[in-house]
């Protein structure tokens, strides 16, 4: 008989900021009977959800069963910085560039339509724009090389025919109410979320349409006659297919195996700027940036009935166990709040309200982990540190392979090669880790 059990589950560290700063949630039931549906899945983040909004458009008789281990909007969803991106976002490169002007165009075509389905989401389920911006973003430089990387990105999107702006120092400070960055590029396409906002939006709208189920992870999953039986801690869903949506913890069940690397990043969001210190601040009410170096610091400023608030995302450590340590986390926080410190010398009394780890899974050659694992099991997994655009995107190409037998969503991740294996450990995470802080040196004042 054929089985998988899953070596670990889901665990997190910090609270997800994002699902913190919002009012106490509404919860969905835990499975806690056995039950019956035509298709599964395991994971209640960008990529699940989007697979069971998909499969219900595709055929809204089918019985669909989705199970969130912990609460909706508290894993590794929750917990995102909130940049859906339409361009090319290459975390291995100097300046996000991808693989030539065709591929990057394809890739452009592909993430639109992942951001014309959430925007479909967004308005379905009636969310305000703090919760859904489509305001755009920077790449902002702090030094002569972010400066570069800049002007080089933006005569790569001048070939691809992408509108962009280059700003300059003092209008970046007019806008950040920062005087750290030098120069911004201005992208228009991207779509700022508050992602535990999206994903509780989502997951309430989806229960009168979907069984959706928290609090009750998958310990395993076993052939049972021509379907499978799925298991939680309570109970079981007899069901006829599978989709592990999952993203790293595919590897808990035994797929893939060393060929995902687990990659944690830390974020850290400010208590509620006060008028006074909205005032000094000065600066749009809402901005995005991303750091013209790829291993620099994002940071967001948002504002909305959660407060104004600024958060801040950098620093990234690799863990096979999926899973980091308070201690890392704390460790994390002392750069934020130095990163802080070097960006908004104005708001020294600002402190930090919530700090939180979460995970992502890449592919040393970036491609997905996508497609059929063996009869009715599919994955949508290993979004490759875009897990906004790209989760979205593989919920609906799964969706599309298991209702219809595929579409050109699906047949994109189904061309892309084999993930290649890591090397074996000690030296997977010694390497991997070391490269990280390299890089993250590298990168300086971004």
């Not at 509404?26 to 499975?31: E, V």
């Not at 899974?361 to 996508?370: I, V």
Request: include cysteine; charge should be neutral.
């Amino acid at each position: 008989m054929t089985a998988y059990t899953a070596k670990r589950l889901p665990r997190q560290t910090g609270p997800a900021g994002w699902n913190s700063i919002l009012p106490p949630q509404t919860p969905l039931p835990q499975l806690d009977r056995n039950l019956s549906a035509d298709i599964t899945i395991v994971g209640g983040g960008f990529a699940g959800l989007t697979a069971a909004r998909r499969l219900h458009q595709l055929d809204p008789t089918l019985k669909i069963a989705l199970l969130e281990a912990g609460r909706f909007a508290d894993g590794s969803a929750g917990r995102n910085s909130g940049f859906m991106i339409d361009l090319p976002h290459d975390l291995a490169s100097d300046n996000y560039a991808g693989d030539g002007l065709e591929t990057d165009r394809a890739t452009i075509a592909l993430n639109r339509r992942a951001i014309g389905f959430a925007t479909e989401v967004a308005q379905d389920c009636d969310l305000p724009q703090e919760m859904f911006d489509p305001c755009g973003k920077f790449n902002a430089a702090a030094t002569r090389a972010g400066d570069r990387h800049n002007q080089e990105f933006a005569a790569h999107l001048e070939r691809l025919g992408e509108p962009c702006t280059l700003y300059d120092r003092q209008q970046m400070q007019e806008i950040t109410g920062s005087p750290h960055y030098t120069s911004g590029l201005f992208a228009p396409g991207t779509v700022m979320i508050q992602p535990a906002g999206y994903v509780r939006a989502l997951s309430s709208h989806l229960a009168s349409q979907v069984s959706l189920f928290e609090n009750s992870p998958v310990t395993s999953f076993e052939k049972q006659g021509v379907g499978w039986l799925v298991k939680t801690p309570d109970a079981q869903v007899a069901t006829e297919k599978v989709i592990l949506a999952n993203n790293g913890h595919l590897e808990s069940f035994g797929f893939y195996e060393r060929r995902l690397m687990h990659i944690c990043l830390y974020a850290s969001i400010t208590e509620r700027l006060t008028p006074e210190q909205i005032k000094t601040l000065g600066g749009h009410p809402r901005w995005s940036v991303t750091p013209a170096d790829p291993m620099g610091t994002s940071v967001r400023r948002v504002s909305g009935s959660y407060g104004d608030r600024i958060l801040i995302r950098t620093c990234s450590t690799f863990h096979p166990t999926i899973e980091t340590s308070p201690m890392r986390l704390r460790n994390a926080g002392w750069v934020h709040d130095r990163k802080f410190r070097e960006r908004f010398p104005h708001l020294p009394d600002v402190k930090m309200e919530h700090r939180w780890a979460g995970m992502l899974c890449l592919s040393r050659n970036g491609s997905a982990a996508f497609g059929e694992l063996d009869t009715g099991v599919y994955s949508a997994c290993c979004q490759n540190g875009l897990g906004i655009a790209r989760g979205t995107l593989q919920g609906m190409g799964v969706a599309e392979l298991v209702a219809q037998g595929g579409s050109d969503i699906a047949d994109h991740f189904l061309a892309q090669p084999m993930p290649p294996r890591l090397p074996p450990e000690p030296f997977a995470s010694l390497g991997a880790n070391s490269y990280l802080i390299w890089k993250e040196w590298r990168s300086g004042k971004e």
